[in-house]
């Protein structure tokens, strides 16, 4: 490979962190996936937003992979792909997330010659087939040798010439390895299976004020509140917790789990204060009062239970 192609190619591996990274939305966002998926600690966190040290970059695009919201910009590795079999050919294996986007568009075999085995990546295989298997769908044929192309026992003659004119096209690619590259928004696993939801959503109704801060950052609109519902739609979610950290009512937990893709409503109830008779908005079937006179009954609990702690430190000091 010529100079000029290298360094063509080196422009691609140029990652970035896009402006629509959780933490660079939120401070209070906790999300680590790229730099715990980094394998070169060239990830670290400035002011709580994450920086790439480029200088350390070994280019694997494992941050790029694990990005729950697409914000780290560049290219994956380059696959070969011969006649629908994935071929390993470097120690750098693809990511469970990879694979299960490589499923969805028609590779179903995985060709890993023994050296590039290893613990991890028989562990990510194990992974990857049981989650498909969750999918509905077949797990990965693994195999160390490429295997013979498919042909039919017996054809007609019209079929025997639409197979050699189809296979006269597919002649250069399946010659040469084709290489495939996925860029970081083709990495969104739940639009590839629509089908089924990843996370489950839990919204505890007693504690959500309706203040529709899940719903302004959420970056795949899984949260939509109107004047009748809140609308939970689990399918787009890519757990990347930015609702949980961001509530500031801990109304919102995330569980990691397979499902057929659902969409929850819960209702919303207008009402009148019992306190200060104002209307308001809830979605607690049984809470009567609004969130201001909610919040000032809870101030003054905690008052009254500072003093009575106080109190009894203070007689605890007399004897
Ligand atoms: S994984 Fe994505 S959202 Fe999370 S900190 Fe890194 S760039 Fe931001
Ligand atoms: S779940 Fe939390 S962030 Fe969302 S509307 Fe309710 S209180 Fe606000
Ligand atoms: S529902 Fe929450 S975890 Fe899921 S994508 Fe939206 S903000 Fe992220």
């Given at each position: ?36 998926h ?22 694997c695009g494992k941050?790029v992979a694990s990005c ?7 290219f994956l590795p380059k696959r070969?792909i011969?006649?629908?079999?994935y071929?390993i050919?470097?120690?750098n294996t693809p990511t469970l997330k990879e694979l299960l986007v490589y499923y969805k568009k028609?590779i179903?075999?995985i ?10 990546w028989?562990?990510m295989l194990?992974?990857v ?11 990965f ?39 495939w590259r996925f860029n970081h928004?083709s990495l969104d696993v739940?639009?590839h ?127």
């Amino acid at each position: 490979m010529g100079f000029l192609t290298r360094w063509l190619e080196s422009l691609d591996y140029d990652y970035k962190i896009l402006p629509h990274c959780s933490r660079y939305k939120s401070p209070h966002s906790t999300c680590t996936e790229c730099i715990d998926h980094c394998p070169k600690e060239a990830i670290q966190l400035q002011n709580g937003k994450p920086v790439i040290h480029t200088a350390d970059c070994i280019d694997c695009g494992k941050c790029v992979a694990s990005c729950p919201v697409q914000a780290v910009e560049g290219f994956l590795p380059k696959r070969s792909i011969i006649h629908k079999q994935y071929i390993i050919d470097s120690y750098n294996t693809p990511t469970l997330k990879e694979l299960l986007v490589y499923y969805k568009k028609g590779i179903t075999t995985i060709i890993c010659p023994e050296k590039y085995r290893n613990a991890a990546w028989e562990e990510m295989l194990e992974q990857v087939n049981q989650l498909l298997i969750k999918l509905g769908e077949e797990p990965f044929t693994v195999s160390e040798e490429q295997l013979p192309f498919p042909h039919h026992e017996s054809m007609t003659r019209r079929e025997l010439l639409f197979t050699w004119e189809r296979e006269l096209k597919q002649f250069a690619k399946k010659m040469t390895p084709a290489k495939w590259r996925f860029n970081h928004e083709s990495l969104d696993v739940a639009k590839h299976y629509p089908d089924y939801q990843f996370v489950y959503i839990y919204l505890d109704k007693s504690k959500c004020t309706l203040c529709k801060a899940c719903q302004m950052l959420c970056p795949k609109s899984c949260l939509q509140i109107n004047e009748t519902n809140f609308t939970l739609v689990a399918q787009r979610c890519s757990n990347c917790l930015l609702c949980q950290d961001i509530c500031p009512e801990h109304a919102i937990s995330l569980k990691k789990m397979i499902s057929p893709a659902t969409t929850e409503k819960q209702p919303i109830y207008t009402k009148e204060c019992s306190c200060c008779e104002n209307p308001y908005q809830t979605t607690n079937e049984i809470q009567q009062l609004c969130v201001a006179c909610q919040k000032k009954q809870q101030f003054s609990s905690s008052i009254i239970e500072q003093s009575i702690d106080f109190m009894k430190e203070g007689s605890s000091w007399q004897i």
